[in-house]
């Protein structure tokens, strides 16, 4: 097994329910009443899945080292009992981000909209994790799935993060992103 794959499969099952499913720009995804986050391929789809979607977590290719420290002092990891709530934001970037250099994307990233240092400021109330999907093969329908975990309190202040995010130079390049909300009830 790939340590680093994880399987999102959206259908029936899962401890996760579907609070709000939105396009937020490009094509929707049929809507699923439950998630269920594996660790792992999932070979056998089961009859009531919508959809599934396959990401895997990777080293980092913008954040400075001074970045990166700054991050690790604050962040914390997914699946803290408190953080019961939770955002699956599968995003696609357009062939022109792609085509860009590494350095023209960090310089878009970073030095334009802020990425890190917007995103410092909510931790460590979010929990994230980043998988990417386009070195998978090229039927992958999004580049990433952005994973995001905090308590009900903290639900408002996600809103304000994922706001000021969309307004940046960087969202500019996204041409597909579907913000999905969950609950933890264990069902
Ligand atoms: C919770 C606060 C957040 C922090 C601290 C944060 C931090 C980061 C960092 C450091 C990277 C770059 C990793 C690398 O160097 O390769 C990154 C990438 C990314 N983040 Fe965030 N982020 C946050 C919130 C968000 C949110 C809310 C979204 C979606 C709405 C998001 C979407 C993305 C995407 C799509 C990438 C990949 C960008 C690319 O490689 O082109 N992030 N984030």
């Known amino acids: 097994m790939n340590p680093r794959l994880f399987t999102f499969v959206g259908g029936t099952t899962g401890p996760w329910a579907v609070e709000k499913m939105e396009a937020v720009v490009g094509d929707p995804l049929p809507a699923a009443k439950r ?25 980092e290719r913008y954040a400075t080292r001074a970045e990166k420290n700054l991050m690790a002092a604050k962040q914390v990891a997914l699946g803290r009992p408190t953080a019961t709530r939770a955002a699956l934001i599968p995003i696609r970037k357009s062939a022109k981000w792609w085509a860009m250099t590494q350095d023209e994307r960090r ?40 994973l995001f975990d905090y308590a ?22 996204v041409e597909r992103e579907v913000d999905i909300r969950l609950v933890r009830d264990g069902g």
């Open 107 to 146: 310089a878009v990233f970073e030095d334009t909209s802020r990425h890190v240092q917007t995103g410092l400021k909510y931790l460590p109330a979010v929990a994230r994790r980043l998988h990417h999907c386009r070195d998978l093969g090229e039927a992958e329908p999004f580049d990433f799935l952005t």
């Open 35 to 59: 998630l269920n986050i594996v660790e792992g391929a999932v070979i056998d789809r089961a009859a009531e899945t919508v959809w599934m979607l396959r990401g895997v977590t990777s080293n």
């Open 152 to 173: 009900p309190a903290d639900a408002a202040a996600f809103d304000d993060l994922v706001a000021a995010l969309r307004v940046t130079a960087e969202w500019s390049f």
